[in-house]
């Protein structure tokens, strides 16, 4: 069976601080992979999606970066961390040609 | 620009009701909408529909899609305190990779 797993699960950096939130994917080859966030109360805002190694989307412009450096893992970066980019951040996967994403535990990231 | 709208955004009823979550949109080229069910983490998937008028159900919750007029509703009857979530919706269109926009999600506080 396909697990996800997300690591760290809470964060609490200062701002201008660099991140890295990783995202690892089992039991499944070539998923499509996600990032959202989501804000206190809100929904989910995508903000990255992979389709293949290497190949990264954008959805939103923002200080933030992704990376797929194999086929199942994902990466999620920031140079220089903003108080805005606190918030929950949940890795997503699917199927190619199916609709239903599977999400990963989240982290909880706080900037001060 | 796709668009999907909860409502209400927040509930609270006793154990034993029944509740109505309601789910509209407006995305071109609908493909087909999701409901998930998100407790302290990771959102869980509960259904997805892609045609209209065929009910979904799964124990004490069902669902039914109305593509004329662009909505979805999420029952839960008999509701019992495990249910408290915020219940989400989101809608693939046929575009691009297997993007999901999601609404703001519902609260929903079963007291007993």
């Known amino acids: 069976s396909q697990t996800i797993h997300q690591w760290p699960a809470t964060l609490v950096q200062p701002v201008g601080s660099p991140l890295s939130l990783e995202c690892t994917v089992e039991?499944?080859?070539?998923?499509?992979l996600y990032w959202y966030r989501q804000a206190a109360g809100r929904g989910l805002q995508l903000l990255f999606y992979?389709?293949?190694?290497?190949?990264i989307s954008s959805e939103v412009p923002q200080n933030l970066s992704a990376s797929r450096p194999q086929d199942r893992q994902f990466i999620l970066s920031s140079k220089k961390l903003l108080l805005s980019d606190s918030g929950f951040y949940l890795c997503?996967?699917?199927?190619?040609?199916?609709?239903?994403?599977?999400f990963g535990p989240g982290t909880r990231l706080t900037v001060l | 620009e796709d668009k999907v709208v909860q409502s209400p955004l927040s509930l609270v009823v006793h154990e034993g009701d029944t509740v109505t979550l309601n789910c509209s949109y407006e995305v071109t080229n609908f493909r087909s909408l999701l409901w998930y069910k998100q407790e302290k983490k990771a959102p869980t998937f509960l259904f997805m529909l892609?045609?209209?008028?065929i009910e979904k159900k799964s124990g004490r919750l069902s669902s039914i899609l109305d593509k004329k007029e662009l909505f979805s509703i999420l029952n839960i009857t008999a509701t019992q305190t495990g249910d408290s979530a915020i219940y989400l919706c989101?809608?693939?269109?046929?575009?691009?990779?297997?993007?999901?926009?999601f609404g703001q999600g519902t609260r929903l506080t079963i007291n007993p």
């Open positions: 989101a809608v693939r269109a046929h575009w691009g990779a297997q993007k999901l926009v």
């Open positions: 992979s389709v293949g190694i290497g190949q």
């Open positions: 039991g499944t080859s070539n998923p499509n």
């Open positions: 997503a996967w699917s199927i190619e040609r199916t609709d239903t994403q599977y």
């Open positions: 892609t045609s209209s008028g």
